[in-house]
């Protein structure tokens, strides 16, 4: 009954998350209606209808989009910052040597691009079996802000708060507490379709829920979520700043040996990454007097 239990609470983060975003949503529109109607003052003659259209431009546009999910990123990141580190006992600012291990760091930078690429040719593959879909996703990520064009704000939310807030609901909370209940690759599994299912589109969805076994897995094994939060850095860093650069050629034999030479660089990656949190967790053990835990 007590699992039972544990595993109906795993739910309240990514609800909780929602609320957040809905509140970021309706305290921005407020703030700008406030806003512009104390602007126009009753001396200027300006129509309800004319307020009203000056707010739906403004609402539509990407820099209020932006402004809006960065406000709900450093909400995220206070609400579920605290919960982790005060109910799941993070560790708040550890030394970086008792996180990392230069092996795994090594590991988590070739992990970065393979994914990057995997995910592409995931995108492209769905997108051949249901196109109406693909098209979906763009207009979502045009309307959103995420172009060629995007601004600094958009950056910012994209490769820093992004990583932090979105590590902290689902792999910091929602994966610690669905561990009470389930083993861990179900847990696993499980936070991973919550991931993928908060993007709420099918494309993304489901390239995010793998990117999300993926963080799990860096998490559990690192035994630390900063591991998976720099992993997230680096792949939102790939996919926006420097998406010009991963270009995969046109040809079939270019096409196949690109993806031979990103599922080679993710299972290196993997496999440096475990060397180097086995190391990692060897050091810690040694530095505090327990065994060590090969996890």
């Known amino acids: ?86 109910r799941y006992e993070g560790n708040f600012l550890p030394k970086p040597s008792a996180v990392f291990h230069p092996v795994s760091i090594v590991g988590l930078i070739l992990l970065a691009p393979a994914a990057q690429y995997l995910c592409s040719y995931l995108i492209s593959f769905i997108s051949v079996l249901f196109p109406s879909w693909l098209e979906a996703y763009q207009k979502l990520m045009e309307n959103a802000g995420f172009s060629d064009s995007s601004g600094i704000g958009m950056l910012i939310y994209t490769v820093l708060l992004a990583p932090f807030s979105e590590e902290l609901i689902f792999r910091g909370v929602t994966l610690r507490q669905a561990k009470k209940a389930l083993p861990f690759w179900a847990a696993n ?17 489901i390239y995010a829920c793998c990117l999300g076994l993926l963080l799990g897995y860096i998490c559990e094994k690192s035994g630390s979520i900063y591991n998976s939060i720099l992993l997230h850095f680096l792949f939102n860093l790939l996919g926006t700043v420097l998406s010009g650069f991963l270009t995969m050629g046109t040809s079939a034999l270019s096409l196949i040996a690109c993806f031979l030479v990103s599922l080679l660089a993710g299972i290196l990656g993997i496999f440096l990454f475990r060397l180097g949190a086995e190391k990692t967790a060897q050091r810690n053990a040694f530095i505090s007097g327990s065994p060590s835990d090969s996890e």
């Open 1 to 86: 009954m007590k699992k039972a239990g544990s595993f109906f609470f795993t739910f309240v983060p990514a609800l909780l998350a929602l609320g957040l975003q809905f509140a970021a949503m309706f305290f921005a529109m407020g703030v700008s209606s406030l806003t512009e109607f104390l602007w126009y003052s009753p001396s200027k003659k300006i129509s309800f209808s004319e307020i009203s259209t000056d707010l739906s431009v403004l609402w539509s546009s990407q820099r209020f989009n932006t402004g809006i999910m960065i406000l709900f990123s450093i909400s995220c990141i206070a609400v579920f910052g605290l919960w982790y580190y005060s």
């Open 189 to 205: 599994l499980f936070q991973a379709v919550l991931f993928g299912a908060f993007h709420m589109n099918m494309i993304q969805g």
